[in-house]
């Protein structure tokens, strides 16, 4: 599943495939699955309220995961991208709440079957 963002005036391209989890491991030394779950992250997003966000929204997230998630997902799409740091800092701007609601469905879609 493939998606192009607009974040800071730039077209950006994720990607999710099943080599997302491998690939984060790969960078970050982590698990996936267990960043993820152990923060409740997928929960939590799919019901946030963007609009309205709280700081007891936000307790317990660490944003450090979404960015290297949203990192391993443009990296999936477009392989010539630097490092992490290196990628992020050619943003002024990286609305991480706007960005996270369109990344989920591509992190369910990889992590879930689909069913017949």
């Given at each position: 599943m493939e998606k192009t963002l607009i974040i800071d005036g730039k077209q950006v391209?994720?990607?999710?495939?099943?080599a997302l989890p491998l690939r984060y491991k790969a960078q970050f030394g982590r698990d996936f699955f267990s960043e993820l779950l152990k923060m409740g992250a997928i929960e939590k997003l799919g019901n946030m309220d963007t609009t309205n966000v709280t700081r007891a929204d936000l307790d317990g997230l660490d944003f450090e995961v979404f960015y290297n998630v949203a990192w391993c997902m443009a990296k999936t799409a477009d392989p010539s991208i630097p490092d992490p740091i290196t990628?992020?800092?050619?943003?002024?701007?990286?609305?991480?709440i706007e960005i996270?609601?369109?990344?989920?469905?591509?992190?369910?879609?990889?992590?879930?079957?689909?069913?017949?």
């Open positions: 391209r994720f990607k999710a495939t099943a990628w992020l800092d050619q943003f002024d701007e990286f609305p991480m996270i609601p369109e990344l989920q469905d591509m992190l369910l879609a990889t992590i879930q079957g689909k069913k017949k």
